[in-house]
Nanobody, 122 residues
Framework: QVQLVESGGGLVQAGDSLRLSCAAS?????MGWFRQPPGKERECVTF????????YYADSVKGRFTISRDNAKNTVYLQMDSLKPEDTAVYYC??????????????????WGQGTQVTVSS
């Protein structure tokens, strides 16, 4: 079982920035960030491969969000800039222990963080 500890959520205004962190126990894994807005399904926002060489971004966040990782600390970061009210959601980090390069399918992720609330006011 991989333990994931998230931090960095909060309440900000539109146009502001936030950085989320997710520290994983054990070895280095492919990781992703998902979000679930109120009343909506969970969606993949971004993912990063185990090496960090491959990343993916949902169209809705492309150019505004940046995923990065520090493998020495087993930590993945999500830098969120130019936040919009529609970015309001609970954000979850997750690991895919089976693949070096993950996918957008949440079913492939086998360990999840506790979630952190991000609220963007207009």
């Amino acid at each position: 079982q991989v333990q994931l500890v998230e931090s960095g959520g909060g309440l900000v205004q539109a146009g502001d920035s936030l950085r989320l962190s997710c520290a994983a126990s054990g070895r280095t894994f492919a990781m992703g960030w998902f979000r679930q807005p109120p009343g909506k399904e969970r969606e993949c926002v971004t993912f990063i491969s185990r090496s960090g060489a491959t990343t993916y971004y949902a169209d809705s966040v492309k150019g505004r969000f940046t995923i990065s990782r520090d493998n020495a600390k087993n930590t993945v970061y999500l830098q969120m800039d130019s936040l919009k009210p529609e970015d309001t959601a609970v954000y979850y980090c997750a690991v895919d222990t089976a693949r070096a390069i993950p996918t957008t399918n949440f079913a492939n992720y086998d360990n999840w963080g506790q979630g952190t609330q991000v609220t963007v006011s207009s």
